[in-house]
């Protein structure tokens, strides 16, 4: 007996995804909808949805969410939250599961490397990849210098800005935000 597709299971499956089988149908609609994935947007391939009827779409909105839930291994949230390999890509979602784990950083002099940053009002998140202190510790005002990597749709990549630029560049990151250390 031949693999069916899990999507028509009266059709034979010719490609495999992540352990799932899929018929021909839905191999060329799963790969028509990698093509239309915002270039931003990393990784594509699982940055999709299957919509029933022989119809697959990109996901829409923004991948920062998708990008950072893969860096950080978190598949949290209902099957309308998440890509097909299972990882979150909204970013309330990543928001209230790392709520919910207790783990906020009240100080910013308690932020590390690999901490997650998410925006007030739960538009942007990232990573943190670097802090970079004053060069004069000494000064009355002195702050670290944050940097977040970041699936921009601005820069159209993955990108990495100073913290400061992501609050005041007008588009994502508005606010100041808060910071998450994943558990």
């Not at 699982?46 to 291994?73: E, M, R």
């Not at 910013?108 to 510790?137: F, M, N, S, T």
């Not at 990549?157 to 913290?163: G, I, M, S, T």
Request: with cysteine.
């Amino acid at each position: 007996m031949s693999t069916k597709c899990k999507e028509h299971p009266g059709r034979d499956a010719v490609f495999e995804y992540n352990g799932v089988h899929y018929c021909q149908q839905c191999k060329d609609g799963y790969q028509a909808a990698v093509r239309a994935v915002s270039r931003h947007v990393e990784p594509k391939d699982c940055f999709v949805v299957y919509a029933g009827h022989d119809i697959w779409h990109a996901i829409s909105g923004t991948g920062c969410a998708h990008w950072v839930s893969h860096q950080k291994n978190i598949q949290v949230g209902n099957a309308s939250t998440r890509c097909l390999r299972g990882f979150t890509f909204r970013v309330p979602t990543l928001a209230s599961h790392l709520r919910a784990q207790g783990t906020e950083i009240k100080e910013l002099k308690d932020v590390k490397v690999g901490d997650v940053w998410v925006a007030d009002g739960e538009g942007h998140c990232g990573i943190v990849l670097r802090i970079q202190p004053d060069p004069d510790p000494k000064h009355p005002n002195a702050q670290k210098t944050i940097v977040i990597q970041h699936d921009s749709s601005g820069q159209g990549k993955v990108a990495e800005n100073e913290l400061y630029w992501l609050i005041q560049s007008g588009g994502h990151g508005p606010g100041q935000g808060t910071f998450f250390r994943k558990s």
